[in-house]
T-cell receptor, first 113, second 112 residues
Framework: DTEVTQTPKHLVMGMTNKKSLKCEQH?????MYWYKQKAKKPPELMFV???????INESVPSRFSPECPNSSLLNLHLHALQPEDSALYLC????????????FGQGTRLTVV | QKEVEQNSGPLSVPEGAIASLNCTYS??????FFWYRQYSGKSPELIMF????GDKEDGRFTAQLNKASQYVSLLIRDSQPSDSATYLC????????????FGKGTTLSVSS
């Protein structure tokens, strides 16, 4: 099973709302990632968790708050977002260690109104 | 800044031809290299990875890596209209743990 599951698939939220994106994998991977992708742009790394610990935070605004409750789950908590945060949010996972491939979920299409 | 460069295209090839996609990277210490395919509105799908210098073949796809030249390429033989997509080159830079850094992608269009 090489599946990474993201929920919801689509999300529309107001600028004062609080919402969460969820990601789950059951491949035993110990590295999980959040990427943000705008239209016609490549995925842009936001956060990396390795063995449930945050290892990389690419200077992401604090209105995005990641959480890794256990080795299978990754959340992204959203609060006070701006319209320019509208994008496709991608979760990925890989076995820990270098030189290993990452698998992506189907993404959450987020629209901030 | 770790950079991965790709020609954005579009690259147009007729059905049955060979499509050649190229990528260069700036971090000489990079260890692993990936090609992802992304259809419009969908998430990236891994199609090839390569770690060692030389060629790696998988069906109609061949990845080529030259670490001395910091160059990685993807050849698609017998191109099909269903291959029309954006192809993203991704690299794990030496200091980035396991995180992929993506190039801007090359849009491939295969005409029937």
């Amino acid at each position: 099973d090489t599946e990474v599951t993201q929920t919801p698939k689509h999300l529309v939220m107001g600028m004062t709302n609080k919402k969460s994106l969820k990601c789950e994998q059951h491949m035993g991977h110990r590295a999980m990632y959040w990427y943000k992708q705008k239209a016609k742009k490549p995925p842009e790394l936001m956060f990396v968790y390795s063995y449930e610990k945050l290892s990389i935070n690419e200077s992401v605004p604090s209105r995005f708050s990641p959480e890794c409750p256990n080795s299978s789950l990754l959340n992204l908590h959203l609060h006070a977002l701006q319209p320019e945060d509208s994008a496709l949010y991608l979760c990925a996972s890989s076995p820990a260690g270098q030189a290993v491939e990452a698998f992506f979920g189907q993404g959450t299409r987020l629209t901030v109104v | 800044q770790k950079e991965v460069e790709q020609n954005s295209g579009p690259l147009s090839v007729p059905e049955g031809a060979i499509a050649s996609l190229n990528c260069t990277y700036s971090d000489r210490g990079s260890q692993s290299f990936f090609w992802y395919r992304q259809y419009s509105g969908k998430s990236p799908e891994l199609i090839m990875f390569i770690y060692s210098n030389g060629d790696k073949e998988d069906g109609r796809f061949t990845a080529q890596l030259n670490k001395a030249s910091q160059y990685v390429s993807l050849l698609i033989r017998d191109s099909q209209p269903s291959d029309s997509a954006t192809y993203l080159c991704a690299v794990v830079p030496n200091q980035a743990g396991t995180a992929l850094i993506f190039g801007k992608g090359t849009t491939l269009s295969v005409s029937s």
